[in-house]
């Protein structure tokens, strides 16, 4: 609010204080209270005074107008009416400027608002469990739940990126807009918040598709043990699914000839902090040269002769699940619903082969899929009996349902109009060792607001490289306490980097 009030020189100029972008951080050592209701009623001002400054600029039109009517009678007098008019429309002060910084400005607080009260949602509402009663109820109404999921995908009216090119897909598009004339394009979450609910309501509906309560304790399922009643109402949903793929094709994790091609090591750069770490991330992109299912492993050798290592893990390169490259949708499922995926055999695979020391320290750094990866490996327990994972960074990954990592310290980013972090169904936990920063892009970032940001800006490294960097200037305690951790593990100057790229492919 500051910033706006002082957004004006001693000329009457209009300054350009877009690029006094915030983030939002939640949890991590630095963790500070939000009074909701404060940003409620302010919202409610807000809201007032554009509706104050839409009657003025109406009044000043009809001014307008009407001094074009009786110009005739005083030609000097009605044309410096219209100067002032003008100045008071368009001018530096006008109120159009005005209502654009107002909406700004209300939008910003509006996106803080709605996202802090979906976190204050996840950490108190308690997601119903599968029941009996739940059961019954889904098959004998399934119509309800049908309506309930479609109800709360409403919000996501916006469509980013959709490019209609048939019928079905014009439908889609204009129910999108007609969604967006009943709600109001500022009164629509962003697609990530938007998302985070629609998802949970389909896990409550989904979850009843298997009779879950039939076999309430845990068990193993490829190694590992799986407890029900730890998993979200999407995991519920999700994990048949994938134990069905499974049994109808046999690719199970670890049983299709995965194999591991390993490329010639290179020295690189140390990262010179965490947005330079962010974008490291282009390295095991196709985009880059990096050749399909590869990801890297950095090793740091310390001017003290310690080593530390850095794992570089890519985002979905293969829509169709069960393919030759694991990067896969197979792999965000099973890693969704918390199953080992072949991306995570080959990632250990490629931590012993390069070579990686019980006691020495790894992060690890993931885009997307990747980062579902990362949030996988740290939890696993039978990896964390081999190494070390002290530091997770995610970016654009839908972690929120996933545990906290004993021992781990996680960085997530993710971005407001970002539909691929909406897809976990809740927010992500604010706790200690988990810290949060999420950026909006519809406003103060572009040089104008924008309510729609399709996924190729919402959804890429190079903003969220940004957003890294902007955490930084923020200096919140939670990220440069997050960042000189990160920093101790992927190097510095005067360390030596060396990469080695890993190919996976499934036979």
Do not use: C
């Amino acid at each position: 609010m500051t910033a706006r009030l002082h957004s004006h020189d001693a000329d009457g100029a209009v300054a350009d204080t877009r690029h006094r972008t915030s983030v939002h951080v939640r949890g991590g050592v630095g963790a500070t209270r939000v009074d909701v209701e404060e940003l409620r009623a302010i919202d409610a001002l807000l809201d007032a005074v554009r509706g104050d400054v839409g009657h003025l600029e109406s009044a000043l039109t009809a001014a307008r107008r009407e001094l074009a009517l009786d110009a005739s009678w005083s030609p000097a007098l009605a044309a410096a009416a219209e100067s002032a008019v003008a100045e008071a429309l368009d001018g530096g002060w006008g109120v159009r400027r005005l209502d654009e910084e107002v909406l700004e400005l209300l939008l910003s607080l509006r996106y803080a608002r709605l996202l802090y009260e979906e976190a204050e949602l996840a950490s108190r509402a308690a997601a119903p469990r599968p029941s009996w009663t739940g059961f019954l109820r889904l098959l004998l109404s399934p119509q309800h739940a049908v309506l309930s999921v479609a109800d709360r995908l409403t919000l996501v009216g916006r469509l980013p990126g959709f490019e209609p090119t048939n019928v079905v897909g014009q439908a889609l598009d204009a129910l999108g807009e007609i969604v967006n004339l009943v709600h109001g394009d500022d009164d629509l979450p962003p697609d990530g918040i938007a998302l985070d609910v629609a998802v949970r309501e389909l896990g409550a509906h989904g979850q009843n598709v298997v009779p879950w309560f039939l076999r309430p304790g845990p068990f193993t399922y490829d190694g590992r043990e799986i407890d029900p009643a730890a998993l979200t109402g999407a995991q519920r949903l999700v994990v048949p699914v994938v134990a069905a793929f499974h049994a109808l094709t046999g690719r199970r994790p670890g049983t299709a000839d995965l194999t591991l091609t390993v490329s010639r090591s290179r020295e690189v750069e140390p990262a010179a902090d965490l947005p330079g770490v962010v974008d490291s991330l282009r390295a095991v992109h196709q985009d880059h040269g990096a050749a399909p299912g590869t990801l890297e492993v950095r090793r740091v050798d310390h001017a003290d002769g310690t080593r530390s290592w850095t794992l570089l893990l890519p985002s979905t390169q293969a829509m169709v699940p069960g393919g030759s490259n694991p990067v896969d949708n197979l792999t965000n499922a099973e890693t969704y619903g918390g199953l080992v995926s072949d991306v995570e055999i080959g990632a250990v695979e490629a931590l012993r082969l390069a070579g990686v020391r019980p006691g020495e320290a790894v992060a690890v750094i993931g885009f997307s899929q990747g980062g579902l990866t990362g949030m996988r490996l740290a939890s696993d327990p039978l990896v964390r009996q081999r190494f070390t994972i002290t530091t997770v960074v995610t970016a654009g990954s839908p972690v929120g349902h996933l545990p906290t990592p004993a021992g781990t310290e996680v960085l997530h980013l993710e971005h407001l109009e970002d539909p691929f972090v909406g897809l976990d169904g809740t927010s992500n936990p604010a706790e200690e060792a988990r810290t949060t920063v999420s950026r909006s892009l519809a406003t103060g970032t572009t040089g104008k607001t924008r309510l729609e940001v399709p996924p190729a800006d919402s959804h890429s490294i190079t903003e969220y490289t940004r957003t890294a960097r902007l955490a930084l200037e923020a200096d919140e305690r939670s990220v440069t306490h997050l960042a000189e951790r990160l920093a101790a593990v992927t190097g510095g100057p005067g360390d030596r980097v060396t990469a080695t790229r890993f190919t996976l492919e499934r036979g």
